[in-house]
Protein backbone atom coordinates (compact mmCIF):
# COMPACT_ATOMS: atom_id res chain seq x y z
CA UNK A 1 0.00 0.00 0.00
CA UNK A 2 2.90 2.43 1.04
CA UNK A 3 4.78 1.45 -2.33
CA UNK A 4 1.66 3.04 -4.15
CA UNK A 5 1.95 5.78 -2.47
CA UNK A 6 6.00 6.13 -3.25
CA UNK A 7 4.75 5.15 -6.67
CA UNK A 8 2.43 8.55 -7.31
CA UNK A 9 5.69 11.02 -5.22
CA UNK A 10 8.45 9.38 -7.02
CA UNK A 11 6.51 9.55 -10.56
CA UNK A 12 6.64 13.96 -10.17
CA UNK A 13 10.34 13.29 -9.06
CA UNK A 14 11.35 10.92 -11.80
CA UNK A 15 9.87 13.35 -14.23
CA UNK A 16 10.76 16.23 -13.10
CA UNK A 17 14.58 14.93 -12.98
CA UNK A 18 14.47 13.66 -16.27
CA UNK A 19 12.43 16.92 -17.78
CA UNK A 20 14.92 19.50 -15.66
CA UNK A 21 17.63 17.51 -14.55
CA UNK A 22 16.54 18.90 -11.00
CA UNK A 23 16.58 17.17 -7.71
CA UNK A 24 13.67 18.93 -6.23
CA UNK A 25 14.35 17.98 -2.36
CA UNK A 26 11.27 20.46 -2.24
CA UNK A 27 9.14 17.80 -4.06
CA UNK A 28 7.90 16.13 0.22
CA UNK A 29 7.03 19.40 1.04
CA UNK A 30 4.36 19.72 -2.82
CA UNK A 31 2.80 16.39 -0.91
CA UNK A 32 2.48 17.62 2.49
CA UNK A 33 0.75 21.01 1.00
CA UNK A 34 -1.18 18.65 -0.98
CA UNK A 35 -2.02 16.82 1.93
CA UNK A 36 -2.99 20.06 3.90
CA UNK A 37 -4.90 22.02 1.47
CA UNK A 38 -7.08 18.54 0.85
CA UNK A 39 -8.00 18.14 4.59
CA UNK A 40 -8.94 21.87 4.77
CA UNK A 41 -11.28 21.86 1.41
CA UNK A 42 -12.69 18.05 2.34
CA UNK A 43 -13.47 19.17 5.65
CA UNK A 44 -16.14 21.80 4.06
CA UNK A 45 -16.60 20.35 0.98
CA UNK A 46 -16.43 17.00 0.66
CA UNK A 47 -12.96 14.37 -0.33
CA UNK A 48 -14.10 14.77 -4.12
CA UNK A 49 -13.65 18.20 -3.86
CA UNK A 50 -9.85 18.21 -1.80
CA UNK A 51 -8.95 15.56 -4.15
CA UNK A 52 -9.17 18.41 -6.98
CA UNK A 53 -8.40 21.17 -5.88
CA UNK A 54 -5.43 20.12 -3.91
CA UNK A 55 -3.14 19.41 -7.15
CA UNK A 56 -4.10 22.31 -8.49
CA UNK A 57 -3.36 24.71 -5.47
CA UNK A 58 0.19 22.93 -5.58
CA UNK A 59 1.04 22.84 -9.55
CA UNK A 60 0.43 26.67 -9.25
CA UNK A 61 2.56 26.87 -6.19
CA UNK A 62 5.17 25.16 -8.57
CA UNK A 63 4.61 27.22 -11.19
CA UNK A 64 5.32 30.22 -9.14
CA UNK A 65 8.18 28.73 -7.59
CA UNK A 66 9.63 27.76 -11.04
CA UNK A 67 9.14 31.21 -12.69
CA UNK A 68 10.32 33.16 -9.55
CA UNK A 69 13.04 31.63 -8.07
CA UNK A 70 13.91 27.93 -9.56
CA UNK A 71 14.69 29.12 -13.11
CA UNK A 72 17.76 30.67 -11.57
CA UNK A 73 19.16 27.81 -10.77
CA UNK A 74 18.75 25.67 -14.09
CA UNK A 75 21.78 26.41 -15.00
CA UNK A 76 23.64 26.21 -11.89
CA UNK A 77 25.39 23.01 -10.57
CA UNK A 78 23.08 19.80 -8.84
CA UNK A 79 24.79 20.69 -5.68
CA UNK A 80 23.43 24.70 -5.72
CA UNK A 81 19.72 23.21 -7.20
CA UNK A 82 19.83 20.64 -4.14
CA UNK A 83 20.40 23.20 -1.60
CA UNK A 84 17.78 25.81 -3.12
CA UNK A 85 15.06 23.06 -2.91
CA UNK A 86 15.93 21.70 -0.04
CA UNK A 87 15.84 25.27 1.50
CA UNK A 88 12.86 25.58 -0.01
CA UNK A 89 11.18 22.58 1.83
CA UNK A 90 12.60 23.65 5.52
CA UNK A 91 10.15 27.14 4.18
CA UNK A 92 7.42 25.42 3.38
CA UNK A 93 7.27 22.63 6.41
CA UNK A 94 7.74 25.65 8.89
CA UNK A 95 4.90 27.88 7.17
CA UNK A 96 2.72 25.01 7.24
CA UNK A 97 3.87 24.16 10.71
CA UNK A 98 3.02 27.89 11.75
CA UNK A 99 -0.56 27.93 9.61
CA UNK A 100 -1.88 24.59 11.26
CA UNK A 101 0.38 23.85 13.95
CA UNK A 102 2.80 20.99 14.98
CA UNK A 103 -0.15 18.24 15.77
CA UNK A 104 -0.75 15.06 13.74
CA UNK A 105 -4.49 15.63 11.67
CA UNK A 106 -6.11 13.64 9.58
CA UNK A 107 -9.19 13.26 7.85
CA UNK A 108 -11.61 10.45 8.47
CA UNK A 109 -12.44 7.89 5.34
CA UNK A 110 -15.80 9.14 3.48
CA UNK A 111 -18.60 6.80 4.96
CA UNK A 112 -19.45 5.56 1.55
CA UNK A 113 -15.84 3.91 0.96
CA UNK A 114 -15.19 2.99 4.61
CA UNK A 115 -16.34 -0.40 3.81
CA UNK A 116 -14.38 -3.64 2.89
CA UNK A 117 -14.82 -5.00 -0.59
CA UNK A 118 -14.60 -8.84 -0.56
CA UNK A 119 -11.73 -9.64 -3.56
CA UNK A 120 -12.59 -13.35 -3.24
CA UNK A 121 -8.73 -14.14 -1.42
CA UNK A 122 -9.17 -11.32 0.92
CA UNK A 123 -11.23 -8.83 2.66
CA UNK A 124 -9.77 -5.37 1.85
CA UNK A 125 -10.81 -1.62 2.75
CA UNK A 126 -13.07 0.22 -0.06
CA UNK A 127 -10.82 3.34 -0.03
CA UNK A 128 -7.53 1.70 -0.50
CA UNK A 129 -8.99 -0.14 -3.00
CA UNK A 130 -10.19 2.90 -4.99
CA UNK A 131 -7.08 4.89 -3.96
CA UNK A 132 -4.93 1.48 -5.34
CA UNK A 133 -7.10 1.88 -8.81
CA UNK A 134 -6.71 5.80 -8.78
CA UNK A 135 -2.82 5.51 -9.05
CA UNK A 136 -2.98 3.14 -11.58
CA UNK A 137 -4.98 5.09 -13.63
CA UNK A 138 -2.85 8.49 -12.97
CA UNK A 139 -0.04 6.12 -13.90
CA UNK A 140 -1.73 5.29 -17.44
CA UNK A 141 -2.96 9.40 -18.02
CA UNK A 142 0.51 10.38 -17.59
CA UNK A 143 2.35 7.51 -19.48
CA UNK A 144 -0.61 8.78 -22.89
CA UNK A 145 0.05 12.54 -22.04
CA UNK A 146 3.62 11.95 -22.07
CA UNK A 147 4.28 9.33 -25.37
CA UNK A 148 1.22 10.37 -27.29
CA UNK A 149 0.29 13.97 -27.09
CA UNK A 150 2.13 16.21 -29.72
CA UNK A 151 3.25 18.19 -25.87
CA UNK A 152 4.86 14.87 -24.89
CA UNK A 153 6.85 14.89 -27.76
CA UNK A 154 8.19 17.92 -27.19
CA UNK A 155 8.90 17.14 -23.67
CA UNK A 156 10.94 13.70 -24.80
CA UNK A 157 12.54 15.43 -27.09
CA UNK A 158 14.49 18.16 -25.29
CA UNK A 159 15.38 15.54 -22.42
CA UNK A 160 17.50 14.42 -25.69
CA UNK A 161 18.29 17.73 -27.19
CA UNK A 162 17.64 21.04 -25.81
CA UNK A 163 19.11 22.62 -28.42
CA UNK A 164 17.06 21.47 -31.32
CA UNK A 165 13.89 21.48 -30.04
CA UNK A 166 13.90 25.38 -29.12
CA UNK A 167 15.38 25.66 -33.10
CA UNK A 168 12.81 23.87 -34.26
CA UNK A 169 10.10 26.28 -32.73
CA UNK A 170 9.25 24.26 -29.58
CA UNK A 171 8.60 25.78 -26.45
CA UNK A 172 11.23 24.47 -24.25
CA UNK A 173 10.40 26.62 -20.86
CA UNK A 174 6.84 26.06 -21.41
CA UNK A 175 7.73 22.18 -21.39
CA UNK A 176 9.65 22.58 -18.29
CA UNK A 177 7.17 24.56 -16.23
CA UNK A 178 4.36 22.64 -16.99
CA UNK A 179 6.36 19.47 -16.29
CA UNK A 180 7.27 20.71 -13.34
CA UNK A 181 3.74 21.53 -11.98
CA UNK A 182 2.75 18.17 -13.25
CA UNK A 183 5.24 16.72 -11.16
CA UNK A 184 4.15 19.14 -8.18
CA UNK A 185 0.22 18.22 -9.00
CA UNK A 186 0.86 14.66 -8.67
CA UNK A 187 2.51 15.06 -4.91
CA UNK A 188 -0.04 17.10 -4.17
CA UNK A 189 -2.90 14.36 -5.44
CA UNK A 190 -1.07 11.77 -3.55
CA UNK A 191 -1.06 13.70 -0.55
CA UNK A 192 -4.58 14.54 -0.61
CA UNK A 193 -5.57 10.85 -1.49
CA UNK A 194 -3.25 9.63 1.41
CA UNK A 195 -4.52 11.63 4.04
CA UNK A 196 -7.67 9.64 5.29
CA UNK A 197 -5.11 6.41 5.13
CA UNK A 198 -1.86 8.30 6.49
CA UNK A 199 -2.22 11.48 8.91
CA UNK A 200 -0.38 14.68 8.40
CA UNK A 201 1.99 16.55 10.64
CA UNK A 202 4.72 19.12 9.15
CA UNK A 203 7.17 16.75 8.99
CA UNK A 204 5.36 14.54 6.91
CA UNK A 205 7.11 16.11 3.70
CA UNK A 206 10.71 15.00 4.61
CA UNK A 207 9.22 11.39 5.87
CA UNK A 208 7.99 11.02 2.54
CA UNK A 209 10.60 12.49 0.79
CA UNK A 210 13.30 10.15 1.83
CA UNK A 211 12.01 6.99 1.02
CA UNK A 212 10.62 8.50 -2.63
CA UNK A 213 14.68 9.21 -3.01
CA UNK A 214 15.25 5.40 -2.45
CA UNK A 215 12.23 4.62 -5.01
CA UNK A 216 13.76 6.80 -7.78
CA UNK A 217 17.63 6.06 -7.29
CA UNK A 218 16.47 1.73 -7.26
CA UNK A 219 14.37 2.26 -10.61
CA UNK A 220 16.67 5.09 -12.12
CA UNK A 221 16.42 8.23 -12.11
CA UNK A 222 14.35 10.31 -14.87
CA UNK A 223 12.92 6.79 -15.42
CA UNK A 224 9.58 6.48 -15.90
CA UNK A 225 8.39 3.05 -15.38
CA UNK A 226 11.75 2.88 -13.11
CA UNK A 227 9.80 4.73 -10.58
CA UNK A 228 6.85 2.89 -11.07
CA UNK A 229 8.52 -0.36 -10.24
CA UNK A 230 10.61 1.28 -7.84
CA UNK A 231 8.13 1.97 -5.81
CA UNK A 232 6.42 -1.21 -5.60
CA UNK A 233 9.47 -3.05 -4.95
CA UNK A 234 10.09 -0.79 -2.09
CA UNK A 235 6.90 -1.18 -0.92
CA UNK A 236 7.17 -4.93 -1.11
CA UNK A 237 10.36 -5.21 0.44
CA UNK A 238 9.60 -3.52 3.26
CA UNK A 239 6.50 -5.83 3.75
CA UNK A 240 8.54 -9.04 3.24
CA UNK A 241 11.50 -8.05 5.70
CA UNK A 242 8.57 -6.68 8.49
CA UNK A 243 7.27 -10.11 8.76
CA UNK A 244 10.42 -12.36 8.22
CA UNK A 245 12.86 -9.53 10.43
CA UNK A 246 10.85 -6.62 11.47
CA UNK A 247 13.64 -4.58 12.95
CA UNK A 248 15.60 -4.41 9.63
CA UNK A 249 12.39 -3.36 7.65
CA UNK A 250 13.69 0.20 8.06
CA UNK A 251 17.23 -0.13 7.23
CA UNK A 252 16.76 -2.52 4.19
CA UNK A 253 15.54 -0.37 1.61
CA UNK A 254 18.77 2.17 2.12
CA UNK A 255 20.77 -1.13 2.19
CA UNK A 256 18.88 -2.03 -1.53
CA UNK A 257 19.59 1.86 -2.39
CA UNK A 258 23.06 1.61 -1.18
CA UNK A 259 23.99 -1.02 -3.65
CA UNK A 260 22.10 0.22 -6.92
CA UNK A 261 24.15 3.31 -6.46
CA UNK A 262 27.30 1.21 -6.20
CA UNK A 263 26.52 -1.72 -8.81
CA UNK A 264 24.37 0.22 -11.35
CA UNK A 265 23.80 4.14 -10.40
CA UNK A 266 21.38 4.18 -13.37
CA UNK A 267 19.06 2.50 -11.67
CA UNK A 268 17.56 -0.89 -12.67
CA UNK A 269 15.06 0.33 -15.71
CA UNK A 270 17.74 3.53 -16.54
CA UNK A 271 19.11 4.65 -19.38
CA UNK A 272 23.07 3.71 -18.36
CA UNK A 273 24.04 7.68 -19.30
CA UNK A 274 26.96 8.63 -18.32
CA UNK A 275 26.71 10.01 -14.98
CA UNK A 276 29.45 12.95 -13.73
CA UNK A 277 29.26 16.30 -12.47
CA UNK B 1 53.32 32.00 5.47
CA UNK B 2 55.51 35.05 7.16
CA UNK B 3 55.70 34.92 11.08
CA UNK B 4 53.39 38.65 11.18
CA UNK B 5 50.57 36.19 9.22
CA UNK B 6 50.68 33.50 11.50
CA UNK B 7 50.71 35.96 14.72
CA UNK B 8 47.83 37.61 13.06
CA UNK B 9 45.87 34.61 12.90
CA UNK B 10 46.55 33.20 16.30
CA UNK B 11 46.28 36.60 17.98
CA UNK B 12 42.85 37.18 16.25
CA UNK B 13 41.25 33.60 16.70
CA UNK B 14 42.60 33.61 20.73
CA UNK B 15 40.89 37.21 21.19
CA UNK B 16 37.71 36.06 18.95
CA UNK B 17 37.23 32.82 21.56
CA UNK B 18 37.95 34.77 24.31
CA UNK B 19 35.51 37.44 23.50
CA UNK B 20 32.92 35.44 21.98
CA UNK B 21 30.97 33.81 24.96
CA UNK B 22 30.71 37.68 26.59
CA UNK B 23 29.80 39.43 23.10
CA UNK B 24 26.72 37.45 22.94
CA UNK B 25 25.71 38.18 26.26
CA UNK B 26 23.54 41.56 25.41
CA UNK B 27 21.67 39.64 22.59
CA UNK B 28 20.61 37.11 24.34
CA UNK B 29 23.33 34.53 24.06
CA UNK B 30 24.95 32.34 27.42
CA UNK B 31 28.09 30.03 28.35
CA UNK B 32 26.55 26.94 27.70
CA UNK B 33 25.00 28.07 24.02
CA UNK B 34 28.46 29.31 22.92
CA UNK B 35 30.14 25.72 24.15
CA UNK B 36 27.79 24.35 21.86
CA UNK B 37 28.40 26.64 19.66
CA UNK B 38 31.92 25.53 19.35
CA UNK B 39 31.04 21.85 19.61
CA UNK B 40 29.08 21.63 16.76
CA UNK B 41 31.28 24.44 15.01
CA UNK B 42 34.27 21.96 15.06
CA UNK B 43 31.87 19.85 12.53
CA UNK B 44 30.97 22.36 10.40
CA UNK B 45 34.68 23.06 9.86
CA UNK B 46 35.46 19.82 8.99
CA UNK B 47 32.27 19.73 6.95
CA UNK B 48 33.82 22.59 4.77
CA UNK B 49 36.43 20.56 3.43
CA UNK B 50 34.28 18.17 1.79
CA UNK B 51 31.82 20.77 0.31
CA UNK B 52 33.87 23.80 0.19
CA UNK B 53 37.43 22.50 -0.83
CA UNK B 54 36.46 19.32 -2.33
CA UNK B 55 33.09 20.23 -3.79
CA UNK B 56 31.22 17.17 -2.39
CA UNK B 57 27.75 17.98 -1.02
CA UNK B 58 27.54 14.84 1.70
CA UNK B 59 23.80 14.46 2.90
CA UNK B 60 25.22 11.68 5.73
CA UNK B 61 27.29 13.89 7.97
CA UNK B 62 25.29 12.96 11.05
CA UNK B 63 26.06 9.75 11.02
CA UNK B 64 29.50 10.61 11.94
CA UNK B 65 28.26 13.00 14.82
CA UNK B 66 26.01 10.95 16.07
CA UNK B 67 27.92 7.90 16.33
CA UNK B 68 30.76 9.69 17.79
CA UNK B 69 28.41 10.48 20.11
CA UNK B 70 27.22 7.44 20.94
CA UNK B 71 30.87 5.22 20.80
CA UNK B 72 32.44 8.20 23.42
CA UNK B 73 29.51 7.41 25.80
CA UNK B 74 28.94 3.86 25.50
CA UNK B 75 33.20 3.84 26.25
CA UNK B 76 32.58 5.06 29.56
CA UNK B 77 29.02 3.85 30.53
CA UNK B 78 29.37 0.36 28.76
CA UNK B 79 32.81 -0.67 27.05
CA UNK B 80 34.93 -0.17 29.92
CA UNK B 81 32.83 0.79 32.99
CA UNK B 82 35.54 0.29 35.88
CA UNK B 83 37.98 2.43 34.53
CA UNK B 84 36.17 4.98 32.69
CA UNK B 85 38.82 7.54 30.68
CA UNK B 86 37.77 11.08 29.37
CA UNK B 87 40.77 10.68 26.69
CA UNK B 88 39.49 7.28 26.41
CA UNK B 89 35.83 8.40 25.50
CA UNK B 90 36.91 10.84 22.88
CA UNK B 91 39.80 8.83 21.22
CA UNK B 92 37.82 5.70 20.86
CA UNK B 93 34.77 7.94 19.40
CA UNK B 94 36.79 9.71 16.87
CA UNK B 95 38.85 6.16 16.02
CA UNK B 96 35.92 4.38 14.94
CA UNK B 97 34.78 7.47 12.93
CA UNK B 98 37.91 7.75 11.44
CA UNK B 99 37.83 4.04 10.43
CA UNK B 100 33.81 4.10 8.81
CA UNK B 101 34.66 7.21 7.20
CA UNK B 102 37.15 5.39 5.29
CA UNK B 103 35.18 2.11 4.64
CA UNK B 104 31.97 4.34 3.56
CA UNK B 105 34.59 6.87 1.87
CA UNK B 106 36.22 4.25 -0.21
CA UNK B 107 32.61 3.30 -1.66
CA UNK B 108 30.86 7.16 -2.22
CA UNK B 109 33.83 8.46 -3.71
CA UNK B 110 33.19 6.56 -7.24
CA UNK B 111 30.12 8.32 -7.38
CA UNK B 112 29.45 12.49 -8.56
CA UNK B 113 27.03 15.01 -8.16
CA UNK B 114 23.64 14.06 -7.01
CA UNK B 115 24.39 10.65 -6.96
CA UNK B 116 27.20 11.22 -4.01
CA UNK B 117 24.86 13.28 -2.43
CA UNK B 118 21.90 10.45 -2.35
CA UNK B 119 24.64 7.41 -1.62
CA UNK B 120 25.37 9.51 1.81
CA UNK B 121 21.99 10.17 2.31
CA UNK B 122 21.77 6.54 2.11
CA UNK B 123 24.43 5.49 4.51
CA UNK B 124 23.62 8.03 7.33
CA UNK B 125 19.51 6.46 6.88
CA UNK B 126 21.10 2.86 7.48
CA UNK B 127 23.19 4.25 10.46
CA UNK B 128 20.08 6.18 11.82
CA UNK B 129 18.06 2.84 11.91
CA UNK B 130 21.20 0.54 12.91
CA UNK B 131 20.76 2.80 16.16
CA UNK B 132 17.41 3.28 16.50
CA UNK B 133 16.44 -0.67 16.66
CA UNK B 134 20.07 -1.95 18.41
CA UNK B 135 17.88 -1.17 21.83
CA UNK B 136 20.20 -3.21 23.84
CA UNK B 137 23.03 -1.34 23.27
CA UNK B 138 21.84 1.96 22.44
CA UNK B 139 18.39 2.08 24.25
CA UNK B 140 17.09 2.62 21.04
CA UNK B 141 14.95 6.13 20.83
CA UNK B 142 15.22 6.85 24.45
CA UNK B 143 18.87 7.28 23.87
CA UNK B 144 21.87 7.60 26.05
CA UNK B 145 20.29 9.76 29.25
CA UNK B 146 22.77 10.44 32.76
CA UNK B 147 26.11 9.29 31.56
CA UNK B 148 28.57 10.13 34.16
CA UNK B 149 31.13 11.29 32.14
CA UNK B 150 34.51 10.88 34.58
CA UNK B 151 36.84 14.10 34.88
CA UNK B 152 39.30 14.62 32.39
CA UNK B 153 42.94 13.71 33.50
CA UNK B 154 46.09 15.49 32.41
CA UNK B 155 48.99 14.29 33.91
CA UNK B 156 48.79 14.56 37.99
CA UNK B 157 45.64 16.97 37.61
CA UNK B 158 42.18 15.20 37.20
CA UNK B 159 40.22 18.74 35.59
CA UNK B 160 36.14 18.42 35.78
CA UNK B 161 34.99 20.39 33.03
CA UNK B 162 31.65 21.18 34.33
CA UNK B 163 33.39 23.26 36.95
CA UNK B 164 32.49 26.79 36.91
CA UNK B 165 34.78 30.00 36.54
CA UNK B 166 35.32 32.15 39.32
CA UNK B 167 32.49 34.78 39.86
CA UNK B 168 33.64 38.13 37.93
CA UNK B 169 30.29 40.65 37.62
CA UNK B 170 31.56 42.08 33.81
CA UNK B 171 28.11 44.18 33.85
CA UNK B 172 26.70 44.27 30.45
CA UNK B 173 28.13 41.16 29.41
CA UNK B 174 27.19 38.81 32.07
CA UNK B 175 29.35 37.16 35.04
CA UNK B 176 32.26 34.71 34.26
CA UNK B 177 30.93 32.03 36.49
CA UNK B 178 28.42 31.84 33.70
CA UNK B 179 31.24 29.82 31.80
CA UNK B 180 32.36 26.01 32.88
CA UNK B 181 36.02 24.82 31.85
CA UNK B 182 34.28 23.26 28.95
CA UNK B 183 34.18 26.27 27.21
CA UNK B 184 38.10 26.80 27.74
CA UNK B 185 38.77 23.32 26.32
CA UNK B 186 35.95 23.66 23.59
CA UNK B 187 37.67 27.01 22.71
CA UNK B 188 41.34 24.79 22.69
CA UNK B 189 40.21 22.23 20.31
CA UNK B 190 38.58 24.67 17.69
CA UNK B 191 41.67 26.78 17.73
CA UNK B 192 43.66 23.30 17.42
CA UNK B 193 41.24 22.35 14.29
CA UNK B 194 41.57 25.70 12.52
CA UNK B 195 45.10 25.58 12.65
CA UNK B 196 44.84 22.03 11.03
CA UNK B 197 42.28 23.69 8.75
CA UNK B 198 44.53 26.49 7.51
CA UNK B 199 47.61 24.71 6.96
CA UNK B 200 45.65 21.54 5.19
CA UNK B 201 44.03 23.66 2.51
CA UNK B 202 47.06 26.03 2.45
CA UNK B 203 48.98 22.43 1.14
CA UNK B 204 49.83 21.04 -2.00
CA UNK B 205 47.05 18.67 -0.53
CA UNK B 206 44.67 21.29 -0.65
CA UNK B 207 45.75 22.44 -3.75
CA UNK B 208 45.62 18.96 -5.30
CA UNK B 209 42.00 18.91 -4.31
CA UNK B 210 40.65 22.30 -5.29
CA UNK B 211 42.21 21.45 -9.11
CA UNK B 212 40.56 17.86 -8.88
CA UNK B 213 36.68 19.87 -7.63
CA UNK B 214 37.37 22.10 -10.90
CA UNK B 215 38.74 19.53 -13.08
CA UNK B 216 38.99 15.99 -12.24
CA UNK B 217 40.19 14.30 -15.84
CA UNK B 218 42.94 16.96 -15.80
CA UNK B 219 44.19 16.41 -12.42
CA UNK B 220 44.00 12.82 -13.49
CA UNK B 221 46.09 13.03 -16.35
CA UNK B 222 48.89 15.45 -14.49
CA UNK B 223 49.01 12.55 -12.31
CA UNK B 224 47.05 12.94 -8.98
CA UNK B 225 44.46 10.38 -8.40
CA UNK B 226 41.10 11.90 -7.73
CA UNK B 227 40.07 9.34 -5.74
CA UNK B 228 42.80 9.04 -2.97
CA UNK B 229 42.18 12.35 -1.95
CA UNK B 230 38.40 12.55 -2.33
CA UNK B 231 38.65 9.86 0.18
CA UNK B 232 41.48 11.24 2.73
CA UNK B 233 39.08 14.61 2.34
CA UNK B 234 35.91 12.16 3.28
CA UNK B 235 38.13 10.86 6.50
CA UNK B 236 39.34 13.78 7.42
CA UNK B 237 35.39 15.63 7.17
CA UNK B 238 34.02 12.23 8.99
CA UNK B 239 36.41 12.53 11.75
CA UNK B 240 36.52 16.10 12.62
CA UNK B 241 32.39 15.46 12.56
CA UNK B 242 32.93 12.43 14.65
CA UNK B 243 35.45 14.67 17.14
CA UNK B 244 32.60 17.31 17.26
CA UNK B 245 30.24 14.59 18.11
CA UNK B 246 32.03 12.66 20.50
CA UNK B 247 32.30 16.41 22.33
CA UNK B 248 28.73 17.07 21.94
CA UNK B 249 27.85 13.58 23.86
CA UNK B 250 30.41 14.27 26.69
CA UNK B 251 29.06 17.42 27.11
CA UNK B 252 25.81 16.54 27.42
CA UNK B 253 26.39 13.23 29.03
CA UNK B 254 23.57 12.12 26.88
CA UNK B 255 22.64 11.56 23.17
CA UNK B 256 19.09 10.68 21.21
CA UNK B 257 18.71 8.87 17.80
CA UNK B 258 17.96 12.23 16.27
CA UNK B 259 21.47 12.98 16.30
CA UNK B 260 21.68 11.16 13.17
CA UNK B 261 18.51 12.27 11.38
CA UNK B 262 18.40 14.02 8.08
CA UNK B 263 17.81 17.16 9.74
CA UNK B 264 21.09 16.77 11.27
CA UNK B 265 22.86 16.08 8.08
CA UNK B 266 21.40 19.67 6.66
CA UNK B 267 21.77 21.09 9.70
CA UNK B 268 26.08 21.00 8.76
CA UNK B 269 25.18 21.72 5.12
CA UNK B 270 22.88 25.24 6.62
CA UNK B 271 25.53 26.23 8.85
CA UNK B 272 28.36 25.96 6.23
CA UNK B 273 26.76 27.45 3.31
CA UNK B 274 25.38 30.07 5.32
CA UNK B 275 28.83 31.17 7.03
CA UNK B 276 30.71 30.83 3.46
CA UNK B 277 32.05 27.43 1.93
CA UNK B 278 35.71 27.73 0.94
CA UNK B 279 36.46 30.19 3.86
CA UNK B 280 38.21 29.11 7.42
CA UNK B 281 35.69 30.73 10.06
CA UNK B 282 32.54 30.84 7.82
CA UNK B 283 31.36 27.27 9.02
CA UNK B 284 31.74 28.66 12.37
CA UNK B 285 30.15 31.82 11.75
CA UNK B 286 27.23 29.98 10.37
CA UNK B 287 27.18 27.42 12.95
CA UNK B 288 27.18 30.33 15.58
CA UNK B 289 24.21 32.86 13.91
CA UNK B 290 21.86 29.51 13.13
CA UNK B 291 22.33 28.06 16.95
CA UNK B 292 21.86 31.50 18.61
CA UNK B 293 18.26 31.88 16.33
CA UNK B 294 17.81 28.05 17.56
CA UNK B 295 17.97 28.56 21.26
CA UNK B 296 17.67 32.68 21.91
CA UNK B 297 14.97 33.56 18.87
CA UNK B 298 13.13 30.15 19.67
CA UNK B 299 12.12 31.43 23.16
CA UNK B 300 10.46 34.46 21.21
CA UNK B 301 9.08 33.20 18.43
CA UNK B 302 7.55 30.18 16.55
CA UNK B 303 8.94 31.19 13.53
CA UNK B 304 12.57 31.07 14.08
CA UNK B 305 13.05 28.35 11.96
CA UNK B 306 10.61 29.59 9.40
CA UNK B 307 13.69 32.92 9.27
CA UNK B 308 16.38 30.10 9.67
CA UNK B 309 15.06 28.79 6.41
CA UNK B 310 14.67 32.20 4.69
CA UNK B 311 18.51 33.39 5.77
CA UNK B 312 19.19 30.02 3.96
CA UNK B 313 17.43 30.12 0.88
CA UNK B 314 18.06 33.87 0.62
CA UNK B 315 21.97 33.25 1.18
CA UNK B 316 21.88 30.35 -1.82
CA UNK B 317 20.10 33.17 -4.04
CA UNK B 318 22.20 36.18 -3.21
CA UNK B 319 25.37 35.62 -1.57
CA UNK B 320 26.29 32.08 -3.22
CA UNK B 321 29.79 32.42 -1.21
CA UNK B 322 28.36 32.93 2.13
CA UNK B 323 28.20 35.55 4.75
CA UNK B 324 32.47 35.38 4.75
CA UNK B 325 32.32 34.74 1.38
CA UNK B 326 30.81 37.62 0.23
CA UNK B 327 33.50 39.70 1.96
CA UNK B 328 36.59 38.00 0.72
CA UNK B 329 34.84 38.34 -2.99
CA UNK B 330 34.28 42.10 -2.66
CA UNK B 331 38.08 42.44 -1.32
CA UNK B 332 39.07 40.51 -4.32
CA UNK B 333 37.02 42.79 -6.84
CA UNK B 334 38.45 45.64 -5.38
CA UNK B 335 41.71 43.99 -5.60
CA UNK B 336 41.34 43.34 -8.89
CA UNK B 337 40.23 46.82 -9.92
CA UNK B 338 43.04 48.37 -8.40
CA UNK B 339 45.30 45.91 -10.78
CA UNK B 340 43.07 47.18 -13.72
CA UNK B 341 43.58 50.92 -13.11
CA UNK B 342 47.43 50.23 -12.38
CA UNK B 343 47.73 48.27 -15.37
CA UNK B 344 45.32 50.96 -17.86
CA UNK B 345 46.48 53.68 -20.25
Keep these: MRGLVYVAIALGLTIVFGMLRLVNFAHGAFYAIGAYVGLVVAEHYGLAAGLIVAPLAVALFAVVLDRTLLRFFYDRDPTAQILVTFGIAIVVEESLRLIFGGTTRSYPVPAALSTSVNLGFTLYPAYRLCFAVGIVVIVLAVWVFLQRTNFGLIVRASIRDRTMVQLLGGNVDLASTTIFALGAGLAGLAGAAASPIYSVDPNTGFSFLVPSFVVVVIGGLGSFWGAVLGGLLVGELQSVTTLVFPAASDVVIYIAMALVLLIRPSGLLGESEVIRG | ?345
Design chain 2, 1 to 345: MTVAGELRFYGLTILGLILFPFLIHPIGGYGGLATEVLIVGIGSVGFNLLLGYAGLLSYGQAMFYGVGAYVALLTVSRFFPDHPNFWLALALGVAFVTLMAFVIGMLVVRLYGIYFSLLTLAFAQMFFFIVFKWRDLTQGDDGLQGITVPAMGLGPWSIDLTTPFPALNLGPFGDLSDLHYWYAFAALVTLAVLAFMRALVRSQFGEVLGAIRDNEERSALIGFDPRRYKVAAFVIAGALTGLSGALRGLYDTSIAPDALTVETSGNFVIYTVIGGVKTLFGPLVGTGLIMYLQNVLSAKTDAWRLIEGLIFVAVIVFLPGGILGARRKSARAELAKAVSAKAGP
